[in-house]
């Protein structure tokens, strides 16, 4: 099992950045593959990227390719969302999960991360 604690969020305006982090508990970091997802109110919980085990390989949402990077270290067991040029539709509840094994084809089905963390806000304003 896992256990997540996400962090880092906050109220920002358009533009900049915000980099959250996700710490996990536990020994077997290493054997989950990672995600990050948003809910904004009155939305449905959307992917936002995923990274694999080793961390060779990244998956990003349209909405946020090119301005969001996701990273892990393996040492420290946190996962990390780098988050540039920020919008104000990237206000959201940023979740971060654990999905036990490596990452198929299926990387933005939430349904597939078995963890969960408790969630960080982060508002943008413009």
């Known amino acids: 099992q896992v256990q997540l604690v996400e962090s880092g969020g906050g109220l920002v305006q358009a533009g900049v950045s915000l980099r959250l982090s996700c710490a996990a508990s536990?020994?077997?970091?290493?054997?989950?593959?990672m995600g990050w997802f948003r809910q904004a109110p009155g939305k449905e919980r959307e992917f936002v990227a995923a990274i694999n085990l080793s961390g060779s390989s990244t998956y990003y949402a349209d909405s946020v390719k090119g301005r969001f990077t996701i990273s892990r270290d393996n040492i420290k067991n946190t996962v990390y969302l780098q988050m540039d040029s920020l919008k104000p539709e990237d206000t959201a509840v940023y979740y971060c999960a654990a999905k036990r094994g490596d990452l198929d084809r299926y990387y933005d089905n939430y349904a597939l991360y078995g963890y969960w963390g408790q969630g960080t806000q982060v508002t943008v304003s413009s």
């Open positions: 536990g020994r077997t970091f290493r054997f989950y593959a």
